[in-house]
């Protein structure tokens, strides 16, 4: 307990500073949300969501598991995104995935890590699909990175595959899917300019952002 005294303590000053600043902050935020954007990003301690876009609490939607997967018989992730799109109606969802990331290199490398080893399968296989795109990259480092970028880019493309989403399109919301990636050693943002608006153009736009065919499944 002792260990998370500093925790605690932090957090005291947080709220006060926040107060300090803001003094409605809190009560405004009890009344309802009202996030515009839902972000899919990795559990890594070294990406955290609300820090490096600068939103304070109340404006971004966060879903994070380990390598930014969007499984479509996850029920966290699909519970996640259908309250973001029906509920609180938001209008970007940024699938935003990280260089060096533990995961991705796991399911690259064929490591062993036990039951993590099943959820980062769907990497495996996206890397032994575009296999012989990422060999033409000179060094280990630039496949690496392109892996990484390559497994947001299948997410979103996921992300835009659920009925969740298509049925948002069917009905005219305005909502927007996009993919990026996070540099951990600068800290910048980058954009794989993927931007997907509706059904007609996901694959299309998928395989023009890769250069590659779009994985069916
Ligand atoms: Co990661």
Redesign the pocket.
Known sequence: MNDLRDLLDNNRRWAAGMVTRSPDFFSGLVAQQAPRYLWIG???SR?PANEIVGLPPGELFVHRN???IVMHNDFSCLSVLQYAVEVLEVEHIIVC??YG????QAAWEGRQLGLVDNWLRPIRDLALRYRDVLSQLPEPSQRFDRLCELNVLLQALRVCRTTIVQQAWDRGQDLTVHAWVYGLTDGLLRDLDFSVSDVASTETEFERAVGLDAPRT
């Open positions: 990795c559990s890594d990406v380990v390598a930014n995935g990280h990331c533990g995961g991705v």
